[in-house]
């Protein structure tokens, strides 16, 4: 399995950020400018990332003010979990956005990268809505 991760703080409470990003309707705030055809519910968000694939993602756990876990709606290109965690540091919030990917090492050597500098823009994106 390969991880990656990547954390933030941001400068509003922990129940404004945990009501935020348990909408998958929110989420598209959070993507990179290569994300179209954008279609969310509450719970279900599906996309197409230009040039690579269609992904369907769903929210498959909430724990209020902790936690949210999304895992794909359909099959994807290879399994994967994400998941934000949350942390309340006085009245600001620990925000850590994790994907776990099970790369086989080509997949790994494609998609390392490209799911880096997803975490990283996902979680400054956040920070930066929040501001």
């Given at each position: 399995?390969?991880?990656?991760?990547?954390?933030?703080?941001?400068?509003?409470?922990?129940?404004?950020?945990?009501?935020?990003?348990?909408?998958?309707?929110?989420?598209?705030?959070?993507?990179?400018?290569?994300?179209?055809?954008?279609?969310?519910?509450?719970?279900?968000?599906?996309?197409?990332?230009?040039?690579?694939?269609?992904?369907?993602?769903?929210?498959?756990?909430?724990?209020t003010d902790?936690?949210?876990?999304?895992?794909?709606?359909?099959?994807?290109?290879?399994?994967?979990?994400?998941?934000?965690?949350?942390?309340?540091?006085?009245?600001?919030?620990?925000?850590?956005?994790?994907?776990?990917?099970?790369?086989?090492?080509?997949?790994?050597?494609?998609?390392?990268?490209?799911?880096?500098?997803?975490?990283?823009?996902?979680?400054?994106?956040?920070?930066?809505?929040?501001?």
């Amino acid at each position: 399995m390969s991880v990656f991760e990547s954390t933030v703080t941001v400068k509003k409470p922990i129940e404004h950020v945990y009501a935020f990003l348990a909408d998958m309707n929110n989420h598209r705030q959070l993507m990179p400018d290569n994300i179209a055809d954008w279609e969310s519910t509450a719970d279900v968000a599906t996309f197409n990332i230009e040039n690579i694939t269609r992904l369907a993602l769903k929210i498959s756990h909430r724990m209020t003010d902790r936690e949210i876990i999304i895992t794909p709606a359909e099959k994807p290109p290879f399994d994967m979990e994400l998941k934000w965690e949350l942390a309340p540091i006085q009245n600001t919030c620990q925000a850590t956005f994790t994907i776990t990917a099970d790369l086989s090492m080509l997949m790994k050597m494609l998609a390392s990268a490209p799911l880096k500098k997803l975490v990283e823009e996902e979680t400054q994106n956040l920070a930066e809505l929040f501001k």
